[in-house]
């Protein structure tokens, strides 16, 4: 902390002397004696002709002492041009080291030199109406204090409108206050003091005048923070933090008001102005010196707090940046501050209120941009919100949608950011983008980004309303049910409109912003080249898909057989075939290891019946059982999928223990299954109900003659 005093207190000798620089005024009485010489010579006919030839002689002369005007830009002359500028300054302020003890030394010499009377009496009254001023303001700040705490007790746990008046009305009792002690003071001014009664002195004026533009800055303070009353607080602080910025940012403000609207034209009417020059440089450099203890002070809370919300965006670009400000914000912060004391030195009548006024300015910016972004994303992840009706035909298109919300926003931001950026250099000078936008070549520019946002734009567009026909295509519950020939092209069909897309919206944005694509279409055709040589099985599989496609093989929902693999079709692309087996297992087979595709649902089916029986069963009662097992069948609710009686084809097989026989159903294809096994659970039962035996294997115990066993064949 002392190096930081001691910085700033060679600051305030280094450059106190260029701000407090008086430049030499001629006497009143040279003025107007110059004046009169003029115009004596101007009334003289001779005298006013000798004067214009003598003008006529001297403008060629000074013509050829003018110096020559040299048009050299180049980067060498601008090299020498600025380090001469900053040498010039740099010895100016050397020079003006020994100008703040002068300054000073004339500060002195005018206080001793000054009217006494005239000081006890300016005294006098600054007293009484100072008294006057802030102790009528002290009572009524209490008595508003009171008032204020009952309106923030009626607006706890209030909302919108109601919370919004009870801030109104806050607000206006609290400038109520300030403009009542305003009115006080100037009638003790005007009927108290040295003055007759009516009338009051300059300074006077200059005090009641600052306490009303300091205090109503400092009530701008106290509305935003609320230190005090937290339900009326409109920024979301903790109480500690908001009496903590309140105290500091009025105290500041109290200092260099009071100071620069009140004490510097008083010390200026009363001493001089080199005294009043003094006292702006001293708390000028105090002002400075606080706020590098305030931005100490906060260095680790702000990185801290920035840290947070970089975690809370999960580390994303945006959070990255804000976590590298929050590692050296008070390095810029402090450099910011040297810069506007360095500049207020150098130039106060125009550097400063320009760098002041580019400071607010940029504030509001990033503030207005902060304000989009905030509404923006409100309203894209609480407002996108379809109507029933569109849900229920594209149940998917509001998920599509808010999927691209993410995207959209980091789009946003970066685009807020850009404009942010622009703004601010706009407004410090660092160049002039809307002279730059105006010309030929900021046209072109922006006329290329903005066909590529739109190329982009209409992509995207384009492929939310392809893939939200396909699904309402594919919606069951809507329109005209799908085949499974349709779902899989539909499928194919998005897949591939999605790729070429993709791949067209892209080529056809680069070229809007000036990039050849030529080059880019000959490398796709290299690399494309490269990976047919390098991925054979690749495009193997990819032309066997489109073969299998061409050729209606198999669809989504199909029961089938491929590569040893049975099960149903889940999923169906260009190169490959997903398929679930009776255990839920999924199998994704590439096309280039197919070889043969059994399709078991193409057309219609068979359920296929055979049962083996003992040999002496009757045949002729188990064809009648089975024709009986298929009347039972199509009394129920499955004869609306069986296409045709029972092709009962009798006696198949005989085989060491039984004798076999075969009955098919035929039914729409895929829904053999069901009839299927409601008929063998009949044939069943009707077997058991009429003692038809099944071959179930017994052994038969005949004593040998040597005493062993001896097991006669099943069905014997």
């Known amino acids: 902390m002392r190096l930081i005093t001691r910085l700033v207190f060679i600051l305030l000798l280094a450059f106190a002397a260029p701000a407090m620089s008086q430049e030499a005024v001629s006497p009143p009485a040279a003025t107007d004696q110059a004046a009169e010489d003029l115009i004596k010579i101007l009334e003289d006919d001779g005298a006013r002709a000798a004067l214009i030839e003598r003008l006529r002689q001297t403008a060629p002369e000074a013509a050829e002492d003018a110096p020559e005007i040299i048009t050299d830009f180049s980067i060498a002359r601008r090299l020498a041009e600025y380090t001469r500028s900053v040498a010039e300054g740099a010895s100016a302020t050397v020079r003006a080291v020994g100008g703040v003890f002068v300054n000073f030394h004339q500060a002195f010499d005018g206080a001793l030199s000054a009217d006494y009377a005239g000081l006890r009496d300016l005294l006098v009254n600054l007293v009484v109406v100072a008294l006057g001023l802030f102790g009528s303001f002290l009572v009524l700040r209490l008595m508003a204090n009171a008032l204020i705490a009952k309106i923030a007790g009626r607006a706890q746990n209030q909302r919108g409108i109601r919370r919004v008046w009870a801030i109104g009305m806050a607000t206006l009792v609290d400038a109520v206050t300030i403009v009542l002690a305003w009115a006080l003071g100037y009638i003790l001014a005007l009927n108290a003091g040295t003055y007759p009664n009516g009338q009051m002195g300059i300074n006077q004026t200059l005090l009641l005048n600052a306490f009303l533009i300091v205090e109503l800055s400092k009530l701008a303070i106290r509305t935003v923070l609320a230190p005090r009353f937290t339900v009326l607080r409109m920024l979301p602080v903790a109480d500690d933090n908001a009496a903590y910025w309140s105290f500091?940012?009025?105290?500041?403000?109290?200092?260099?008001?009071?100071t620069f609207l009140f004490v510097s034209p008083m010390v200026a009417g009363v001493i001089s102005t080199s005294a009043a020059a003094a006292v702006q440089v001293l708390v000028m450099a105090t002002a400075t010196t606080i706020g590098i203890?305030?931005?100490?002070?906060?260095?680790?809370?702000?990185?801290?707090?920035?840290?947070?919300?970089?975690?809370?965006?999960?580390?994303?670009?945006?959070?990255?940046?804000?976590?590298?400000?929050?590692?050296?914000?008070?390095?810029?912060?402090?450099?910011?501050?040297?810069?506007l004391l360095v500049v207020w030195f150098a130039n106060p009548d125009?550097?400063?209120?320009?760098?002041?006024?580019?400071?607010?300015?940029?504030?509001?910016?990033?503030?207005?941009?902060?304000?989009?972004?905030?509404?923006?994303?409100?309203?894209?992840?609480?407002?996108?919100?379809?109507?029933?009706?569109?849900?229920?035909?594209?149940?998917?298109?509001?998920?599509?949608?808010?999927?691209?919300?993410?995207?959209?926003?980091?789009?946003?931001?970066?685009?807020?950011?850009?404009?942010?950026?622009?703004?601010?250099?706009?407004?410090?000078?660092?160049?002039?983008?809307?002279?730059?936008?105006?010309?030929?070549?900021?046209?072109?520019?922006?006329?290329?980004?903005?066909?590529?946002?739109?190329?982009?734009?209409?992509?995207?567009?384009?492929?939310?309303?392809?893939?939200?026909?396909?699904?309402?295509?594919?919606?069951?519950?809507?329109?005209?049910?799908?085949?499974?020939?349709?779902?899989?092209?539909?499928?194919?069909?998005?897949?591939?409109?999605?790729?070429?897309?993709?791949?067209?919206?892209?080529?056809?944005?680069?070229?809007?912003?000036?990039?050849?694509?030529?080059?880019?279409?000959?490398?796709?055709?290299?690399?494309?080249?490269?990976?047919?040589?390098?991925?054979?099985?690749?495009?193997?599989?990819?032309?066997?898909?489109?073969?299998?496609?061409?050729?209606?093989?198999?669809?989504?929902?199909?029961?089938?057989?491929?590569?040893?693999?049975?099960?149903?079709?889940?999923?169906?692309?260009?190169?490959?075939?997903?398929?679930?087996?009776?255990?839920?297992?999924?199998?994704?087979?590439?096309?280039?290891?197919?070889?043969?595709?059994?399709?078991?649902?193409?057309?219609?089916?068979?359920?296929?019946?055979?049962?083996?029986?003992?040999?002496d069963s009757d045949i002729e009662a188990v064809k009648q059982t089975l024709r009986d097992a298929f009347d039972a069948l199509m009394a129920t609710d499955h004869s609306a999928v069986i296409l045709d009686d029972l092709d009962l084809q009798g006696l198949i097989a005989l085989t060491p223990a039984s004798m076999k026989l075969r009955a098919r159903i035929k039914t729409l294809a895929g829904k053999q299954w069901g009839p299927g096994r409601f008929y063998s659970e009949t044939v069943k039962r009707l077997f058991a109900e009429r003692?038809?035996?099944?071959?179930?294997?017994?052994?038969?115990?005949?004593?040998?003659?040597?005493?062993?066993?001896?097991?006669?064949?099943?069905?014997?």
């Open 350 to 615: 125009e550097a400063l209120p320009f760098m002041l006024g580019a400071t607010i300015q940029s504030l509001i910016a990033i503030a207005v941009g902060s304000l989009i972004v905030t509404f923006i994303s409100r309203f894209v992840t609480v407002g996108l919100r379809l109507p029933e009706d569109v849900q229920k035909r594209l149940p998917l298109l509001e998920t599509r949608l808010q999927a691209f919300v993410p995207g959209v926003m980091t789009v946003v931001r970066w685009v807020v950011i850009a404009g942010i950026a622009v703004a601010v250099g706009q407004i410090w000078g660092l160049f002039n983008f809307v002279e730059w936008i105006a010309s030929d070549e900021g046209l072109y520019v922006a006329g290329s980004i903005v066909s590529a946002a739109l190329i982009v734009l209409v992509a995207i567009i384009l492929h939310v309303v392809v893939a939200s026909w396909v699904e309402y295509r594919l919606n069951t519950q809507t329109g005209k049910i799908p085949t499974p020939r349709e779902k899989t092209l539909l499928n194919l069909f998005k897949n591939a409109f999605s790729i070429a897309l993709a791949i067209f919206g892209t080529m056809l944005a680069l070229a809007q912003i000036g990039v050849n694509i030529a080059p880019l279409l000959a490398g796709a055709g290299v690399v494309g080249l490269a990976i047919g040589f390098g991925a054979q099985k690749l495009v193997q599989d990819i032309i066997t898909g489109i073969f299998i496609q061409f050729e209606n093989v198999m669809n989504e929902g199909d029961a089938v057989e491929v590569a040893g693999r049975s099960g149903v079709v889940e999923k169906l692309t260009i190169r490959s075939v997903t398929i679930r087996d009776m255990s839920g297992t999924i199998h994704l087979i590439p096309f280039s290891s197919v070889d043969q595709v059994s399709n078991m649902v193409r057309g219609f089916s068979f359920y296929v019946a055979e049962v083996e029986v003992a040999y």
């Open 293 to 339: 203890i305030i931005v100490l002070q906060n260095k680790e809370g702000v990185r801290v707090w920035l840290a947070e919300i970089s975690a809370r965006r999960g580390h994303d670009g945006l959070g990255r940046l804000l976590a590298a400000i929050g590692l050296h914000w008070h390095v810029l912060a402090i450099a910011y501050l040297l810069a």
């Open 248 to 258: 500091w940012m009025s105290r500041i403000l109290s200092l260099l008001g009071y």
């Open 691 to 716: 003692g038809i035996r099944t071959p179930t294997p017994r052994v038969s115990y005949i004593p040998g003659a040597s005493g062993q066993i001896e097991a006669s064949p099943a069905g014997s």
